[in-house]
């Protein structure tokens, strides 16, 4: 029997729930696409809520992995800009990547229904980023947080079917123009 790694079980929960469903999946079918044995998974996770949850949570580190790489503090001229890009970034990535995983999408939401403290977690996370890219230092995380508040629906998954509208791009753009005066006034402060 082969050693596997973590990223190894992940990759094989993720096949198993997009081929099975949540419901159907079992950690019997994630440890023969190993080709382990059961007693073995449970070495690593204890029960199928544990490792489909640590599942989601990997799925996740990786699909905003490449937006938390770009949130450093820009330069005064272009934090505007950069915050711009940097939200439909977020919005972009998630899309593709909920759509790409239908059955992941749907058990991080059931997560987010009963464990909050993921979407804390992650509200926390983009609003750090988001003074990070504005260089605000004042009242911690607070314009971070309305400005990811106001995005909400560009990036959460409760959102989901929404994004299928021709016009989201658009409503992006009015909604950007809505939060100039939070955005605006640090910029010319600076």
């Known amino acids: 029997m082969a050693k596997v790694t973590q990223e190894q079980i992940f990759e094989a929960a993720r096949s198993v729930l997009n081929q099975k469903g949540y419901d159907k999946a079992r950690l019997a079918d994630v440890a023969r696409r190993l080709d382990i044995t059961s007693a073995a998974l449970y070495k690593h996770f204890k029960n199928k809520e544990d490792l489909f ?20 503090r820009a330069p005064e001229d272009e934090r505007g800009t950069r915050l711009h890009d940097w939200l439909w970034l977020l919005a972009e990535n998630r899309h593709a ?27 926390v996370a983009f609003s750090e980023s ?19 508040q106001t995005f909400i629906m560009f990036y959460h998954p409760l959102f989901v079917n929404m994004w299928e509208d021709p016009l989201l791009k658009t409503l992006f753009e009015s909604t950007w123009l809505e939060i100039q005066p939070i955005v605006q006034p640090q910029i010319e402060e600076n």
């Open 53 to 72: 949850e640590a599942t989601v949570i990997d799925w996740l580190r990786a699909i905003d992995r490449p937006v938390f790489e770009t949130d450093d």
């Open 97 to 123: 990547a909920f759509a790409a995983e239908p059955e992941l999408t749907k058990l991080y939401k059931e997560y987010l229904e009963s464990h909050h403290e993921l979407l804390n977690q992650r509200l």
């Open 130 to 148: 988001v003074e990070s890219i504005m260089a605000w230092e004042t009242f911690r995380h607070q314009r971070g947080l309305t400005v990811m």
